[in-house]
């Protein structure tokens, strides 16, 4: 299993507020995207999307509740 810190943003839909929640996290994980499917496992209608742009980090996208999340798993 590969060990990945996690940024994880949710952005603030409140008017007038442009702060996100931001929390930081070590995961130990084969992958990802079954690693926020697992923390979100209780959301209804939950869509994922995956980014593996530079190659170094992989960046997951998770839209549920009305709110979209940021995932952003760096290899330690």
């Known amino acids: 299993m590969a060990l990945?810190?996690?940024v994880r943003e949710i952005?603030?839909?409140c008017a007038r507020n442009q702060m996100?929640?931001?929390f930081f996290d070590e995961i130990e994980t084969d992958d990802p995207v079954q690693a926020v499917r697992q923390m979100l496992?209780?959301?209804?209608n939950l869509e994922l999307t995956v980014d593996e742009g530079d190659g170094e980090n992989i960046i997951v996208y998770a839209s549920c509740s009305g709110v979209v999340?940021?995932?952003v798993f760096s290899r330690i």
């Open 41 to 44: 496992r209780d959301e209804q």
């Open 69 to 71: 999340q940021k995932f």
């Open 11 to 13: 952005q603030n839909e």
């Open 20 to 22: 996100r929640d931001v």
């Open 4 to 6: 990945y810190e996690v």
